[in-house]
């Protein structure tokens, strides 16, 4: 049964958390198989979803939204999410101006990506970015109700170290990766060479008991 609930308060552990602790910290060692499931992006000035006059706009995106690129879900500027695994990867892109933008692929190591990028006969045409990706379940503010399918998030470049940052989080609340509820918001941060948006997560609390069962089905699917 799906509750408004979003989490159980921080400040108390709950009996199907703390069994759970007994198995050890599952979700968080590294995951080598490729998974096919859709992706959420934070939506930058850059992307084609905002700009108005671009074929691939759509309609309602901002800039400061997630994004889901396979259904085309726009969630504002925050999203409640478990995190069900993690794995660092290459993520080969195509050059925006060069090649139209979008993406090649998503690989183990740096030699894998290196080899993907020849292998299309264009590598001026791409680039390569080390990654972090977590695999996550969505929760609705709303209705308390999980989504069906879980999603991709890409952490690379200045969002590497909020993904860091939200490790070290998870690795002191102890347990498996997915007991906890968090909310992703996007923040605005810049530098000497501009402006972009970046990731506020924090704790929200700890999942509901029927949450915590389908992130674990997911893990052991998954994982």
Same mark, same amino acid.
């Given at each position: 049964m799906s509750s408004t609930t979003l989490a159980i308060a921080e400040d108390k552990i709950p009996a199907h958390i703390l069994a759970s602790m *007994?198995?050890?910290?599952?979700?968080?060692?590294?995951?080598?198989s490729e998974v096919q499931i859709p992706r959420i992006k934070l939506l930058q000035k850059?992307?084609?979803e905002v700009d108005k006059h671009h074929p691939k706009y759509v309609k309602g995106a901002e800039v400061g939204s997630f994004?889901?690129?396979l259904t085309g879900k726009i969630y504002g500027d925050s999203v409640y999410v478990i995190s069900i695994t993690f794995k660092p990867l290459?993520?080969?892109?195509?050059d925006r101006e060069r090649a139209g933008g979008g993406l090649l692929g998503s690989y183990p190591t740096a030699q894998a990506a290196a080899e993907a990028v *020849?292998?299309?006969g264009r590598p001026a045409d791409h680039v390569v970015t080390p990654s972090h990706q977590h695999m996550l379940l969505i929760k609705d503010p709303k209705t308390g109700d999980l989504e069906s399918t879980p999603v991709l998030m890409d952490f690379s470049n200045t969002k590497m170290m909020a993904s860091k940052a939200?490790?070290?989080?998870i690795g002191m609340k102890g347990g498996d990766r997915f007991a906890g509820l968090w909310e992703m918001k996007s923040v605005?941060?810049?530098?000497?060479?501009?402006?972009w948006l970046n990731l506020?997560?924090?704790f929200a609390g700890w999942a509901m008991e029927d949450d915590f069962k389908t992130a674990e089905e997911l893990y052991k699917k998954y994982g």
């Open positions: *007994e198995l050890g910290s599952r979700g968080n060692e590294h995951v080598g850059m992307h084609n994004y889901n690129t290459f993520v080969v892109w195509k *020849e292998e299309t939200w490790n070290s989080q605005s941060a810049s530098n000497d060479k501009g402006t506020d997560i924090n």
